[in-house]
């Protein structure tokens, strides 16, 4: 491994090259390469994650050049994974890429995600976040949840039965809409995002483990609220 390319995050307290041999040993799964995907999966990629599976099923459009740096305007038309792939693997060509043009379903969640270690839910709808949140608890693996909208936005830790499961935060999808959003936005989302899986994959720091972090771009005000389980939510309830 070139720990060169590493060395300035290895100085970090409880990193050092074992840390950076597990992010090597690593994989993680990032659903949607798009606003939020865009800045999770870079940077996972410059920290040395060994495997990224990223999945999309949509292709690139001129509206999502504001936000999603993935991408670019040459490659309009082309599938959001495998536009990833091409800047991932030019960011970092020592990360293992593997793009899935699929889009996640119930009868195909379980197969896309593998064997992946964490699952970074950079999607924009709930009904698929429920799918997401579902084969996590069945996996035993955690769940990074973000969301964003306008200059806003929330991220959480999830991993059931220690926290409440996504289902426990928002029981209720909310109304389909194509909502406003500045690029920055999932640019401070996402990059928390990245950092919490890091954190869990090195095995340093503390998480936002039952904890919803909400920030919020306008008056630049970062709140942490208590993340309740609900002991009668239908998908981890029981656990």
């Known amino acids: 491994m070139d720990f060169l390319r590493y060395s300035r995050q290895i100085m970090i ?19 949607g390469a798009g606003g939020l995907g ?18 999309d099923f949509d292709n690139v459009e001129i509206t999502n050049l504001n936000r999603q740096i993935l991408h670019c305007h040459t490659r309009i038309g082309i599938n959001k994974a495998l536009s990833a792939k091409i800047t991932l693997t030019a960011i970092n060509p020592d990360v293992e ?8 379903e119930a009868d195909n969640v379980d197969e896309l995600i593998g064997d992946a270690d964490i699952i970074l839910d950079c999607m924009d709808n709930l009904e698929t976040r429920y799918l997401l949140n579902e084969v996590a608890i069945k996996k035993g693996i955690p769940l990074v949840f973000g969301a964003i909208y306008g200059i806003q936005g929330m991220i959480s830790f999830i991993h059931s039965p220690e ?15 194509t909502f406003p959003v500045v690029g920055a936005t999932p640019g401070v989302i996402g990059a928390l995002q990245a950092l919490e899986a890091l954190k869990h ?3 340093i ?20 609220f208590k993340a309740q389980k609900d002991p009668s939510c239908p998908v981890c309830g029981k656990i």
Do not use: H, M, R
């Not at 890429?97 to 996640?104: C, F, G, L, R, W």
């Open 38 to 55: 865009s800045p999770v999966s870079v940077y996972l990629a410059v920290a040395g994650v060994g495997k990224i599976i990223i999945c």
């Open 201 to 203: 994959l090195v095995g």
């Open 13 to 31: 307290d409880g990193w050092g090259e074992e840390g950076q041999k597990k992010l090597k040993n690593s994989t993680v799964f990032i659903a």
């Open 97 to 104: 890429v593997v793009p899935i043009t699929d889009k996640i």
């Open 205 to 224: 720091g503390k998480l936002l483990k039952n904890k919803l972090l909400v920030w919020d771009g306008l008056s630049s005000d970062f709140k942490t």
């Open 163 to 177: 926290t409440p499961c996504l289902k426990c935060l928002f029981p209720e999808p909310p109304p389909k809409e």
